[in-house]
């Protein structure tokens, strides 16, 4: 019965949130836009691509969007007879081209920094430029297009790395505190050897081949491996530690402020502007990739997310439902990833919408300053670029301008909307 009763609490709860944030219109209305901004970045290629979705050639079927995707995945290799001339120039018995006949790469000599009103250079009305081109030809709707997936991308796993340590650093600290948090000086000791070993071995000396991995596979790889070395060099570390607790010494108890120490640690990023850390990051590595930028951005935003969690543990450790959890038996383990954490989630979720319009705004600032973009992804802040090596090209400011006032203002008004359902004060009326 109080089981039920306590589901159906939750449940009553989640409704008057979600209830209270559709009232709003421009939350309602910024949430749908983000959907079209995520359908967008999903179906880039099929909406932006100088490959058709279909054609037929001498009775033959293809599907070269969908084959380029298994010769990416390795699953088949290229067409030989794809692999010269260009995709406009060949004769199709049928074809069924994307709306915008460009990829973000396409260069078409004869219409350089040509706008949307003027006369263009093409061989048929549905290859004109509607949003006019930058450059040597590029197309700024097919920028626009896979600059959104860019900016989705940027933002969204920046966020859920940002989230992901936040939560865990914020949690340690709110639910333990100063005096909490008690181990062994065995595990003190070989914990911290473990740190320093997992860092040497799987960071320090594969440095050089992380900074080389340039391909987001690779890189990810290399940094996954890392993070795994880490966690097997502790956990080797820690079984050495119950050797050492048979004696007296080190078997003894120390307590470990981790509320200081995370609180200091959140002062020394904040201390610091996250654009100097991101430039002083991005000048260490090689070759830098719009994949560097997530990981960096996520791994220095971290910090608010960690203060709300620790805010709300503060309050929630002392409440009943937690103290009933320690009384009967249950692991802090246990109680964190199950009670005390679920129940300070809401609030983040505000602080993760406003951190993804920092996060996509802050990309595009570094891809206007030509940091962390390679040659051949098309982001908004380098549209924006382009239109400072050519004052006159209004359109190739404009619209990627609108493109990221748009997206930053309705993750804000989404981050507002939030706000509003969570206050207490709100459900009272």
């Known amino acids: 019965m109080t089981t039920e009763s306590s589901h159906t609490t939750a449940q009553s709860y989640g409704q008057r949130i979600r209830m209270q944030f559709f009232k709003s219109r421009r939350a309602k209305w910024s949430l749908r836009i983000v959907y079209v ?32 995707y298994a010769e990416n995945l390795g699953w088949t290799k290229k067409e030989k ?48 430029h509607w949003l006019g081109t930058v450059d040597v030809g590029k197309d700024v709707a097919a920028g626009l297009v896979h600059g959104t997936r860019i900016a989705m991308m940027v933002g969204i796993i920046a966020m859920l790395i940002a989230s992901i340590i936040g939560i865990l650093m914020g949690a340690l600290a709110g639910y333990f505190g100063d005096d909490g948090f008690e181990l062994t000086r065995a595990k003190c000791w ?3 050897f473990g740190i320093l070993v997992g860092l040497l071995w799987g960071w320090w000396l594969p440095w050089n081949s992380i900074l080389l991995a340039a391909e987001e ?19 080797l ?39 100097f850390i991101l430039l002083a990051i991005i000048a260490i590595l090689e070759k830098s990739s719009i994949f560097h930028v997530m990981l960096v951005i996520g791994l220095l935003r971290w910090t608010r997310i960690a203060r709300f969690i620790r805010s709300e543990l503060l309050r929630i450790r002392s409440l009943g439902f937690i103290e009933a959890s320690k009384a009967m038996g249950f692991s802090n383990v246990r109680i964190l990833a199950r009670h005390a954490i679920p129940n300070a989630l809401t609030p983040v979720l505000i602080t993760i919408a406003f951190g993804i319009a920092a996060a996509i705004l802050l990309e595009s600032a570094l891809s206007f300053l030509g940091i962390g973009v390679g040659p051949d992804e098309m982001t908004w802040g380098k549209l924006l670029n382009y239109a400072r090596m050519k004052t006159s090209a209004w359109w190739a400011a404009i619209f990627p301008g609108m493109a990221i006032f748009i ?9 507002d909307g939030l706000s509003d359902a969570l206050d207490p004060n709100k459900h009272e009326r």
């Open 37 to 68: 901004l995520l359908f967008i970045a999903v179906f880039a290629d099929f909406i932006a691509n100088e490959k058709p979705i279909y054609c037929q050639i001498e009775g033959i079927h293809y599907f070269p969007i969908l084959h380029e």
């Open 81 to 128: 007879r794809f692999l010269r001339g260009e995709w406009q120039d060949y004769e199709y018995e049928r074809v069924i081209f994307p709306p915008i006949t460009y990829s973000p790469s396409s260069i078409d000599l004869y219409n350089k920094y040509k706008s949307p009103f003027e006369e263009q250079t093409i061989k048929a009305s549905h290859f004109r």
């Open 190 to 192: 070989m914990g911290l």
């Open 217 to 235: 596979e690779q890189f990810f790889i290399a940094f996954l491996k890392g993070i795994g070395i880490l966690i097997l060099s502790l956990i």
């Open 237 to 275: 570390f820690f079984l050495l530690a119950k050797g050492l607790e048979r004696s007296p010494f080190f078997s003894t108890k120390v307590s470990i402020p981790l509320d200081i120490l995370v609180m200091r640690l959140i002062e020394v990023f904040n201390s610091v502007p996250t654009i």
């Open 407 to 415: 997206t930053v203002t309705v993750f804000n008004l989404i981050g």
